[in-house]
T-cell receptor
Framework: QKEVEQNSGPLSVPEGAIASLNCTYS??????FFWYRQYSGKSPELIMS????GDKEDGRFTAQLNKASQYVSLLIRDSQPSDSATYLC??????????FGAGTRLFVKA | ETGVTQTPRHLVMGMTNKKSLKCEQH?????MYWYKQSAKKPLELMFV???????ENNSVPSRFSPECPNSSHLFLHLHTLQPEDSALYLC???????????FGPGTRLTVT
C-alpha cells in the first residue's frame, strides 16, 4: 500500500526561527509532490509544489525533494505565529490518485 | 477565496434522509475530487472526475453517489448514511493529474 508518512508533532519553534517539516513516501515512482497548510477548522491550502530533485523557493518557503531517499521537506524561514497550522504532505504517483500524509502540527511561539 | 465553493457548509441529517452536497469551481480546471476528512486521519480520496468522466472510485460505499454534470460542477448524493460517515467532506479541483489541488471550504456533515 502506498504511504506518506509525517511526524504528527506538534513541532514548536520560536518566532523568527526556521521550521523544518519532513515527509517520506513509499512509492518510488512518485512524480509530483505538494505541501498544503490547513488552519484549524479550515480546508487545506496549496502552498508549494515540486516535481524535480533539489530545492524550490517561494518567499519564506523552501521545498526540498530527494527522490533517491524518498523524502520531501518544507522549510519555513522567519516563522511567524500566523504560520501555526497543520502542514500536509501529498504525493502523486501518476494518475489522479494523490496520497496525503496525516499532517504535522506546527506551533510558532511569539 | 480559492475559487472553489461548496454548499451547504453544515449539514445534519438522519440515517434515513437523502441529501446532496454541491461543489462548483471557477478556476477553469478539468479535474474535480471528493475527499473525506475525519479527525486524526489523513484525507481519504473518494472520487475523481476528469473531463466529467469518473477516473477514480476508492471503494466507497454505495450510499455515496457522485455526479459530475460538467467540468465546473460536482455533486455528492447521500442516502441512508451511518453515524461513522460524520466528517468534513471536501471538494477540490486541479488542472490535470499532476497539478496541485485547490480545495473548497468543505461541508461539515453530522449523521444522527
Amino acid at each position: 500500500q502506498k504511504e506518506v508518512e509525517q511526524n504528527s508533532g506538534p513541532l514548536s519553534v520560536p518566532e523568527g526561527a526556521i521550521a523544518s517539516l519532513n515527509c517520506t513516501y513509499s512509492d518510488r515512482g512518485s512524480q509530483s509532490f505538494f505541501w498544503y497548510r490547513q488552519y484549524s477548522g479550515k480546508s487545506p491550502e496549496l502552498i508549494m509544489s515540486i516535481y524535480s530533485n533539489g530545492d524550490k523557493e517561494d518567499g519564506r518557503f523552501t521545498a526540498q525533494l530527494n527522490k533517491a531517499s524518498q523524502y520531501v521537506s518544507l522549510l519555513i524561514r522567519d516563522s511567524q505565529p500566523s504560520d501555526s497550522a497543520t502542514y500536509l504532505c501529498a504525493v502523486n504517483g501518476g494518475g489522479f490518485k494523490t496520497i496525503f500524509g496525516a499532517g504535522t502540527r506546527l506551533f510558532v511561539k511569539a | 477565496e480559492t475559487g472553489v465553493t461548496q454548499t451547504p457548509r453544515h449539514l445534519v441529517m438522519g440515517m434515513t434522509n437523502k441529501k446532496s452536497l454541491k461543489c462548483e469551481q471557477h478556476l477553469g480546471h478539468n479535474a474535480m475530487y471528493w475527499y473525506k476528512q475525519s479527525a486524526k486521519k489523513p484525507l481519504e480520496l473518494m472520487f475523481v472526475y476528469s473531463l466529467e468522466e469518473r477516473v477514480e472510485n476508492n471503494s466507497v460505499p454505495s450510499r455515496f453517489s457522485p455526479e459530475c454534470p460538467n467540468s465546473s460542477h460536482l455533486f455528492l448524493h447521500l442516502h441512508t448514511l451511518q453515524p461513522e460517515d460524520s466528517a468534513l467532506y471536501l471538494c477540490a479541483s486541479s488542472q490535470g493529474a499532476s497539478g496541485g489541488q485547490y480545495f473548497g471550504p468543505g461541508t461539515r456533515l453530522t449523521v444522527t
